[in-house]
């Protein structure tokens, strides 16, 4: 029997009934592509100004890693005890500009429903404070050295975790602080706060070694990159290594020279600029782009804004004969490896004999299964370097006066006691408080506010070693201060 041929009341009532069941499976499935897919562009103001743009724009990660707004909103207020300290995510040492709804390095972003993720800016913007009255200077693509993130990620679970985290609750908390649609009220009960929780504890695992007892706690401005990396790219078993290292800065990228030998990240695991941030960012996205062209395009902006950009001046007086004297003591004792055909490549680690255990975070075989994962999405790129690690990347020094605290893993407060020997370099300080202490060339790490502010640095525990680069440590006190205001210039 064909459509034509029906004829009968009993048929055109069973094609109209099919009809009408069509119609209201579209109209069902328009408005669920509305409600959980329809994308709406951030506005100008973010996207049209490559500051405001790197600071929170969205490059994607909102499709896999987003948490819906109302619920990253709620957390902090329904959870205050899982947080560092008083004051919202405030205690995790994000950077927040007055009058901005959200952090720096976090973005928001309607993908159905308005969705909360992060960017680079998270972790690769700066400040600092030059009095302890003073507002804080933010300064896009210096080391994030404030921001707790192994107290980050541990909010996120521990919040999953609690019986508490469940839709009566949440949504309690949520309509006391905005008025949904009933629709959206109903999609948050039973779809997106149950996925949110599931999701979030499907990471527990993948995060185990957050709560490895054993291990110290990262503190203030450090990330344990390569072995995040590890255990949620290649989704590797934790094992028995722990290498947090500070953020390091992306200015001026166009330095790293890769034809000359250079090599990007702090222990030379990566090949090039373009690879790093192709890494980066699929960290941040947690999945394989849904667009690829989009997420390259992404990645060109950034190298371009990341080529352009310039170290940040000192911004207190520096005396220009005392720089200049410290000049020649910089080409006679550093310029050997901050000035030269060394610069940018990697120095052995018995050489330099900084701490091990970053190197050991990460190894051969775990590059070439990283490279193996971004070459079945389809994206090019030279990628992690696939042999042994030897040692740390002798560091560029432009901009270093805000890269404080010093060495890859942040374990000697300022420059001025990088230049003494390891013996009398401080034993412990306290990390991620802001105010500026011109005097010797770091962060303030003592007293009553940096000790409230900061998290504790303990040389003598794992992966805080403030051990070797004990170059410049036999000068005199009146050279070591012309060197440091020399450094001050850069
Ligand atoms: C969670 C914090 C975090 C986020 C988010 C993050 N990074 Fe990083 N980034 C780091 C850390 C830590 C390192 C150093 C890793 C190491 O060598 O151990 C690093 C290294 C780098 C480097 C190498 C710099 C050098 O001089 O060798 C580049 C470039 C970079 N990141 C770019 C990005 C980009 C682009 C994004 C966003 C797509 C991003 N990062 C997101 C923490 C972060
Ligand atoms: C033999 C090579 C070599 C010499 C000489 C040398 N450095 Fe370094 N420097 C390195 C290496 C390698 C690193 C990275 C070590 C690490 O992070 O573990 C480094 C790191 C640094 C850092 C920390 C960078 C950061 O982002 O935390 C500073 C500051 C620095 N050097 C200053 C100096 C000064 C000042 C001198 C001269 C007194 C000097 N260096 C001499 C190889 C050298």
């Given at each position: 029997m064909s459509l034509t041929d029906c004829r009968s009341r009993r048929c055109r009532r069973w094609i109209t009934a099919?009809?009408?069941?069509?119609?209201?499976?579209?109209?069902?499935?328009?408005?669920?592509?509305?409600?959980?897919?329809?994308?709406?562009?951030?506005?100008?103001?973010?996207?049209?100004n490559p500051e405001m743009r790197f600071k929170y724009g969205s490059i994607g990660a909102e499709h896999d890693a987003g948490?819906?707004?109302?619920?990253?909103?709620?957390?902090?207020?329904?959870?205050?005890?899982?947080?560092?300290?008083?004051?919202?995510?405030?205690?995790?040492?994000?950077?927040?500009?007055?009058?901005?709804?959200?952090?720096?390095?976090?973005?928001?972003?309607?993908?159905?429903?308005?969705?909360?993720?992060?960017?680079?800016?998270?972790?690769?913007?700066?400040?600092?404070?030059?009095?302890?009255?003073?507002?804080?200077v933010f300064v896009p693509l210096a080391p994030n050295h404030t921001l707790n993130l192994a107290a980050f990620f541990r909010f996120l679970i521990d919040c999953a975790k609690d019986p508490r985290f469940n839709p009566d609750n949440l949504m309690r908390e949520i309509n006391l602080v905005t008025d949904l649609s009933v629709s959206q009220r109903l999609i948050y009960r039973y779809v997106l706060i149950p996925i949110t929780r599931k999701r979030l504890l499907e990471r527990e695992s993948q995060f185990a070694w957050l709560y490895h007892p054993?291990?110290?706690?990262?503190?203030?401005?450090?990330?344990?990159?390569?072995?995040?990396t590890k255990y949620f790219m290649i989704e590797w078993p934790m094992d028995d290594s722990f290498g947090p290292t500070d953020m390091p800065s992306l200015w001026n990228l166009g330095k790293y020279e890769p034809e000359r030998g250079m090599r990007m990240n702090f222990a030379g695991d990566s090949h090039d600029a373009y690879s790093v941030l192709i890494d980066s960012a699929l960290g941040l996205l947690g999945a394989a782009p849904k667009d690829k062209d989009e997420f390259l395009g992404h990645i060109d902006w950034m190298l371009e804004y990341f080529t352009a950009r310039q170290a940040p001046p000192y911004p207190f007086a520096i005396d220009r004969p005392l720089a200049e004297r410290g000049r020649g003591l910089f080409v006679a004792e550093c310029a050997g490896c901050h000035e030269s055909a060394r610069t940018g490549t990697v120095v052995p680690v018995e050489e330099v004999g900084t701490s091990r255990d970053r190197i050991d975070t990460w190894n051969e075989r775990a590059a070439r299964e990283a490279n193996e994962v971004v070459e079945a999405m389809g994206i090019r790129r030279k990628g992690l370097v696939e042999e042994p690690l030897r040692?740390?990347?002798?560091?560029?020094?432009?901009?270093?006066?805000?890269?404080?605290?010093?060495?890859?893993?942040?374990?000697?407060?300022?420059?001025?006691?990088?230049?003494?020997?390891?013996?009398?370099?401080?034993?412990?300080?306290?990390?991620?408080?802001?105010v500026y202490d011109p005097k010797k060339v770091g962060f303030v790490t003592d007293g009553a506010e940096a000790e409230r502010v900061g998290t504790l640095h303990d040389t003598r525990l794992r992966g805080g070693s403030n051990r070797g680069h004990e170059y410049g440590t036999a000068l005199s006190a009146a050279d070591k201060g012309a060197l440091v205001e020399y450094l001050k210039t850069l």
């Open positions: 099919i009809c009408v069941l069509l119609m209201v499976a579209a109209a069902a499935g328009v408005w669920g592509w509305y409600q959980f897919f329809h994308e709406e562009p951030q506005p100008a103001w973010i996207t049209d948490i819906p707004y109302w619920i990253f909103y709620v957390l902090p207020r329904m959870f205050p005890e899982k947080l560092p300290g008083p004051g919202g995510l405030a205690a995790l040492g994000v950077a927040w500009e007055e009058g901005m709804e959200l952090p720096i390095g976090f973005t928001k972003k309607t993908i159905g429903f308005p969705r909360v993720a992060n960017t680079c800016a998270v972790c690769h913007t700066g400040s600092y404070r030059v009095a302890e009255d003073s507002n804080p054993g291990f110290p706690d990262w503190g203030r401005g450090r990330d344990d990159a390569m072995n995040l040692g740390y990347v002798a560091a560029f020094l432009d901009g270093i006066w805000i890269k404080a605290p010093y060495l890859h893993n942040g374990s000697v407060p300022t420059l001025r006691d990088l230049l003494e020997p390891v013996a009398s370099r401080p034993v412990t300080f306290r990390r991620g408080y802001n």
